[in-house]
């Protein structure tokens, strides 16, 4: 089938290649649509998102290659709110990833997903060593984030899971994490399928994890792939073996962009 990526960063936030050449990359590999969503603004850190500034000249650049190539391929301009993010005007967007990159602790953001390092210091500082308690508040957070941002798709559901701290087999941490996906559900149903952290070397299956996916078809819960590509190069990465994945877990179809709205698509 042809792919579709709504999940894409630029060098409007942390990505390598510019928008336009994003859009020429997927095009090469005939994709049906392409989506962009660079990182939302955050005041606190400013190491990988979009600077305030720079917004509506991205805006209008993804606008403007929308209308270059509407007769080759569907653009849509998206942006992934973080959970911590300042309010956007959502009314400019086609649409939002929601997700969460930040718990609060101690009074201070701490990053889930920046660096290795922090993520086993925050477990053994705020937690005394107990990285399922890590994992709960991790998931309470972006529960809260879901019900008060209300995105259009929930974005790499498990990544607390990144670097390898948390045992994903632990009872503890998979009541949890059920726990939360059933709550993000009642809100937004539709996950992403994200394979960013396989091209990454991080993980060696996509978020959100096996007994997630089983969780998310017990529950009507839909699914849209995702690279989280930083490069234009990864666009469609490993999303032939995705679709494999999930037809193994018993979906037969997946959500895509067209026409300007979600459809579905059978696998």
Known sequence: MRHSNLHTHTIFS??????????LSAIEKGMVSLGFSDHSFTSFDSRYCMRRVHIPAYIREVRRLQEKYRDRIEICLGLELD??????DRELYDYMIGDCHYLLLDGEYRSVDGIRDWQL??????????????AKTYFDTYVECTRRQRPDILGHFDLC???GYIDEESPAYRDAACEA???CLEVTPLFELNTGAICRGLRTQPYPAAFLLDELRAHHGQLILSSDSHDAANLDFWFDEALE??????FTS???YRGGKFEQAGI
């Open 254 to 256: 997946i959500v895509q």
């Open 121 to 134: 210091e925050d477990i053994n500082r705020h937690f005394g060593g107990d990285s399922v308690a890590y």
């Open 161 to 163: 899971a990144k670097y």
């Open 245 to 250: 994945l999930l037809r193994t877990h018993g």
């Open 181 to 183: 996906l059933i709550a």
């Open 14 to 23: 942390d990505g390598v290649h510019t928008p336009e050449e994003n859009v």
């Open 83 to 88: 959970g911590r993010t300042e309010l956007c």
